[in-house]
């Protein structure tokens, strides 16, 4: 079976610092990994994935993702946070033979603070 | 012109109620999906749909049934709504090639009084 663990369930940062949001995830293969983003009451949009390519991934809206086998890890980064960035971030991790079924993580709500 | 929508967006009924959610994608997908978003945020997949085909039904209550009629459509019907029950229902979808990028509706808020 496999699972995300997202430490801290609400991380606030002030406007222009660096954001870090934190995934673990557990897997018996190597993983797909995703973190989505939802904004209020709105459905997930994809911010970026990993699917055993590059292990620095890019995504949308200045974010990126670093896949580190050896800590289990898929922590999302952006250097300078903004406004428009406050939402509920979910990791979430599959399997590549099923990797359309996803597990979702418990969920970050980032708060960007003047 | 939105990819997956679902309808309706707002669902208040009371205990022992049946009732439905419909959601269409226009993305051509071959599958779709519902997942269940509780008051904590906690997303779990309910079931799965490819090409008409159900491929994914978790452990989910039978009095939740979903339907699809084609490939861009996927219904659920809940029979005999109970408290629980109360929840952000979302519908999603997702191509050919499997990489595990889903589109999701803007979901459909259940509450059962």
């Known amino acids: 079976a496999q699972s995300v663990t997202q430490l801290g369930s609400h991380v606030s940062v002030s406007e222009g610092a660096l954001v870090l949001l934190r995934c673990n995830y557990s897997s018996s293969v190597p993983p797909y990994l995703f973190w989505y983003v939802q904004y209020p009451n709105q459905g997930l949009q994809l911010l970026l994935k990993?699917?055993?390519?590059?292990?620095l991934v890019k995504g949308i809206n200045g974010f990126e993702a670093e896949f580190k086998k050896s800590e289990t890890s898929f922590h999302l980064t952006k250097p300078s946070a903004h406004m428009s960035d406050a939402a509920e971030y979910f990791c979430?991790?599959?399997?590549?033979?099923?990797?359309?079924?996803?597990?979702f993580g418990t969920g970050t709500r980032l708060q960007v603070t003047l | 012109d939105t990819a997956v929508s679902q309808t309706p967006k707002y669902l208040v009924t009371q205990m022992g109620n049946d009732k439905s959610i419909k959601c269409e994608q226009n993305l051509g997908h071959d599958t779709m999906y519902w997942y269940k978003q509780d008051s904590k945020k906690f997303l779990k997949i309910m079931f799965s749909y490819n090409n008409k085909e159900l491929i994914i039904n978790e452990t989910v209550p039978n009095r939740f049934s979903p339907k699809s009629p084609d490939k861009a459509h996927l219904n659920l019907h809940i029979n005999s709504l109970e408290l629980g029950d109360s929840a952000v229902y979302f519908c999603?979808?997702?191509?050919?090639?499997?990489?595990?990028?889903?589109?999701f509706g803007e979901g459909s808020r259940l509450t059962v009084l």
């Open positions: 999603a979808s997702s191509g050919r090639g499997g990489t595990g990028e889903l589109f």
């Open positions: 990993y699917t055993s390519a590059a292990t």
């Open positions: 979430a991790v599959s399997d590549p033979g099923t990797a359309s079924k996803l597990t």
